[in-house]
């Protein structure tokens, strides 16, 4: 059984940077890869990154590349989403999840998840 539990949302303007954690519970946090999604109201829940269980491979949605970037800390059993350079459409509740050995972008697949984290860029 793994626990997530994301902080750091807020109320950013755009232009400016959030970074988001999510702590997990347990001892084989190294054994899951992590992603991160958002659900903006009225639509559906999407992939925003990705990371592997050692942390060297990293995948992102096209419409965040260059400006978010996922890592991890596994002594910490903290994964990481700094938010760069945000934009109105980043809005959103952003949750991440943890799947044994794989990172996959279908969040169907997943086996744990967090309650979420909001946030809210203003133009």
């Known amino acids: 059984q793994v626990q997530l539990v994301e902080s750091g949302g807020g109320l950013v303007q755009a232009g400016g940077s959030l970074r988001l954690s999510c702590a997990a519970s347990?001892?084989?946090?190294?054994?899951?890869?992590m992603g991160w999604f958002r659900q903006a109201p009225g639509k559906e829940r999407e992939f925003v990154a990705g990371?592997?269980?050692?942390?060297?491979?990293?995948y992102y949605a096209d419409s965040v590349k260059g400006r978010f970037t996922i890592s991890r800390d596994n002594a910490k059993s903290t994964v990481y989403l700094q938010m760069n350079s945000l934009k109105p459409e980043d809005t959103a509740a952003y949750y991440c999840?943890?799947?044994?050995?794989?990172?996959?972008?279908?969040?169907?697949?997943?086996?744990?998840w967090g309650q979420g984290t909001q946030v809210t860029v203003s133009s």
């Open positions: 990371i592997s269980r050692s942390g060297g491979n990293t």
């Open positions: 999840a943890a799947k044994k050995f794989l990172v996959p972008m279908s969040e169907a697949e997943y086996d744990y």
């Open positions: 347990g001892r084989t946090f190294s054994s899951y890869g």
